[in-house]
């Protein structure tokens, strides 16, 4: 089974039935473990708001999985590439790059060489639903 790589800002979405629609954001990643908050997220309009009373729980790196007892990746984090005709292109920063969001240089998890772009991290929907938009095919994770 693939893993996807845990980053701040993400989004998941626990798979357990008793606990339908609730959403956690990473807020920390210490080790093994990510910290997350609880967030309402409105799937149809990609939009997240903080629940301020809500506390910060600790969870195994290894549970963020799409499995039953599992979490699955609902907005994730990339790098927007602009097309010369009209559209965009999100690419995934390459695994091993970790500026916790602080830099502008991001290297493409797509690319061999290294190339990246000057261009700031987005939150992304995984489900694009605005007309020209796509996921690069190479670092698109199934």
């Known amino acids: ?14 798979n357990d039935p008793r606990s339908s629609g ?3 954001r990473v807020s920390a990643i ?5 910290a ?5 997220y409105d799937v149809t309009n990609g939009i997240a708001v903080d ?14 999985r799409p499995t039953s007892s599992g979490y699955r990746l609902v907005v994730d984090i990339a790098v927007r590439e602009r ?3 009209g559209g965009t292109v999100w690419h995934r920063p390459h695994p091993a790059h970790d500026c916790a969001r602080v830099c502008n240089w991001h290297p493409l998890a797509c690319s061999a060489s290294g190339t990246g772009l000057a261009v700031p991290l987005t939150a992304v929907p995984v489900d694009l639903r ?3 938009e796509r996921w690069c095919p190479t670092c698109r994770q199934p």
């Open 51 to 64: 629940l301020q009373r809500k506390r910060i729980s600790r969870i195994r790196l290894d549970r963020f």
């Open 1 to 14: 089974m693939s893993t996807t790589t845990v980053r701040l800002d993400q989004i998941w979405a626990d």
């Open 36 to 40: 997350v908050r609880e967030v309402g």
């Open 22 to 24: 609730r959403f956690l």
């Open 130 to 132: 605005r007309a020209g």
């Open 30 to 34: 210490d080790g093994d473990r990510a």
């Open 83 to 85: 097309l010369s005709g």
